[in-house]
């Protein structure tokens, strides 16, 4: 079992920045890719970014690419998402996924969840 405990989140105006941090306990936090994804009301869960279990490879949705960077420090169990020029329509609830294996861009292949954290901007 992997645990993963989403924070971070926030208020913030258009234009400004949060970043948002996913800590992992439990298995060997190295051993798994991550992922991260949010969802608005009424809405599926949007693929976000991805990162392979070394750091070496990331991947990035459209919605995203050039605002959003996301990072890992394996020594620390921890996953980060850098979100920059922040828009009312990223407002959601966040979460962090883990995988072992390859990285995924939709939600089904990851095996654990984070509760997830409110992310809310205003214009």
């Known amino acids: 079992q992997v645990q993963l405990v989403e924070s971070g989140g926030g208020l913030v105006q258009a234009g400004g920045s949060l970043r948002l941090s996913c800590t992992a306990s439990g298995r060997t936090f190295s051993n798994y890719a991550m992922g991260w994804f949010r969802q608005a009301p009424g809405k599926e869960r949007e693929f976000l970014s991805a990162i392979s279990w070394s750091g070496g490879s990331t991947y990035y949705a459209d919605s995203v690419k050039g605002r959003f960077t996301i990072s890992r420090d394996n020594a620390k169990n921890t996953a980060s998402l850098q979100m920059n020029s922040l828009k009312p329509e990223d407002t959601a609830v966040y979460y962090c996924?883990?995988?072992?294996?390859?990285?995924?861009?939709?939600?089904?292949?990851?095996?654990?969840w984070g509760q997830g954290t409110q992310v809310t901007v205003s214009s």
């Open positions: 996924a883990a995988k072992k294996g390859a990285t995924a861009n939709y939600p089904n292949p990851y095996d654990y």
